[in-house]
């Protein structure tokens, strides 16, 4: 059977739209002593995540390169937002 990557792409935009704070003020997201722009990188991956839900609804399938792509770089922002205090731990 073949594995369903529509389903798997858009599971990752879920958990990505959960463990990411989009949505949290200018105010509290910048900083001092910021590590990387937590600002910029959250509008980047919002609009990563948009672009996909389009493309999905368009009813493009993803492939295995697409989903390893998007679960990357939802990681590396995630740990840049970490250092900037932006998300709860677990
Ligand atoms: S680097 Fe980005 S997150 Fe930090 S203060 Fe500037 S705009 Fe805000």
């Given at each position: 059977?073949?594995?369903?990557?529509t389903t798997a792409?858009?599971?990752l935009i879920a958990e990505i739209r959960r463990?990411?704070?989009f949505g949290t003020p200018m105010a509290s997201v910048?900083?001092?002593n910021c590590n990387g722009c937590s600002m910029k990188l959250l509008e980047f991956l919002d609009m990563e995540l948009i672009d996909w839900e389009r493309r999905l609804h368009?009813?493009?399938?993803p492939n295995f390169g697409d989903i390893a792509r998007l679960a990357k770089t939802g990681r590396k922002?995630?740990?840049v937002m970490k250092k900037n205090g932006l998300v709860?731990?677990?």
């Open positions: 059977m073949k594995p369903d990557t792409m858009r599971n463990a990411i704070p910048c900083s001092d368009a009813g493009e399938v922002i995630y740990q709860n731990p677990p």
